[in-house]
């Protein structure tokens, strides 16, 4: 079976703490529960979180979804937002995990990389630098969510055309994201295969669509 890797690079700098960081833990949990239920996401997904704040951290490297372990994701009191240095970590893992296709296998099908931030890059720098490269891996679809009024829409659609903006980091909120997400997933397993790119899902309330 072909895999479908899905990496989450994941905001945990001190402007998550407290109440937003619990509330992406249970968001998260949430969706990977979801995804548990679809047949068809539990035979091809695998699922990687990094997280980016003065560091970057592979919480969970790429692991398939029925033996997945969501361990509780935590962040500093404070500290910068590197998400240059965490795009730069997304490249590597990309370029090591996802198995090309050969004349003697079919590899992956292609990623999917979903960004979540509260802010906006204190590495702008090597941001801008990485972005291209993460254009060039061929992605099925890169999706940005800046969350709250802190963060960068601007900046993240020289990521990805596919940028959603969340009024805040709240637990509702981040619940409705990631059901979305996990929507979202569902349909890029569905379109694998077809050559088309992924469509995204239309977003609830909560999320609006950056154009």
Same mark, same amino acid.
């Given at each position: 079976?072909?895999?479908?890797?899905?990496?989450?690079?994941?905001?945990?700098?001190?402007?998550?703490?407290?109440?937003?960081?619990?509330?992406?833990?249970?968001?998260?949990?949430?969706?990977?529960?979801?995804?548990?239920?679809?047949?068809?996401?539990?035979?091809?997904?695998?699922? !990687?979180? %990094?997280?980016?704040?003065? /560091?970057?951290?592979?919480?969970?490297?790429?692991?398939? @979804?029925?033996? =997945?372990?969501?361990?509780?994701i935590t962040c500093p009191q404070s500290g910068p937002t590197n998400t240059g240095a965490g795009l730069e970590y997304?490249?590597?893992?990309?370029? !090591?995990? %996802?198995?090309?296709?050969? /004349?003697?296998?079919?590899?992956?099908?292609?990623?999917? @990389?979903?960004? =979540?931030?509260?802010g906006k890059p204190s590495d702008i720098q090597l941001y801008r630098q990485k972005t291209p490269e993460i254009k060039a891996l061929n992605f099925g679809a890169v999706v940005g969510c800046a969350a709250g009024?802190?963060?960068?829409?601007?900046?993240?659609?020289?990521?990805?055309?596919?940028?959603?903006?969340?009024?805040?980091a709240d637990s509702q909120t981040l619940k409705s994201f990631f059901k979305w997400v996990s929507e979202t997933i569902e349909q890029g397993n569905k379109s694998q295969g077809t050559g088309e790119s992924i469509g995204l899902p239309p977003p609830p309330s909560e999320i609006t669509v950056v154009t």
């Amino acid at each position: 079976m072909r895999r479908l890797p899905v990496y989450f690079l994941l905001d945990t700098s001190g402007s998550m703490y407290g109440e937003p960081i619990q509330a992406l833990n249970n968001a998260l949990s949430g969706m990977v529960n979801t995804l548990r239920s679809d047949p068809q996401a539990l035979d091809s997904l695998w699922i !990687s979180i %990094v997280t980016f704040d003065r /560091e970057v951290k592979e919480v969970v490297p790429l692991t398939e @979804l029925v033996d =997945f372990q969501l361990p509780e994701i935590t962040c500093p009191q404070s500290g910068p937002t590197n998400t240059g240095a965490g795009l730069e970590y997304i490249i590597q893992k990309v370029k !090591s995990d %996802v198995i090309k296709s050969s /004349e003697t296998q079919k590899g992956d099908w292609k990623p999917l @990389l979903f960004v =979540f931030t509260d802010g906006k890059p204190s590495d702008i720098q090597l941001y801008r630098q990485k972005t291209p490269e993460i254009k060039a891996l061929n992605f099925g679809a890169v999706v940005g969510c800046a969350a709250g009024h802190m963060a960068n829409d601007d900046i993240l659609k020289e990521l990805t055309d596919d940028v959603v903006h969340l009024d805040s980091a709240d637990s509702q909120t981040l619940k409705s994201f990631f059901k979305w997400v996990s929507e979202t997933i569902e349909q890029g397993n569905k379109s694998q295969g077809t050559g088309e790119s992924i469509g995204l899902p239309p977003p609830p309330s909560e999320i609006t669509v950056v154009t």
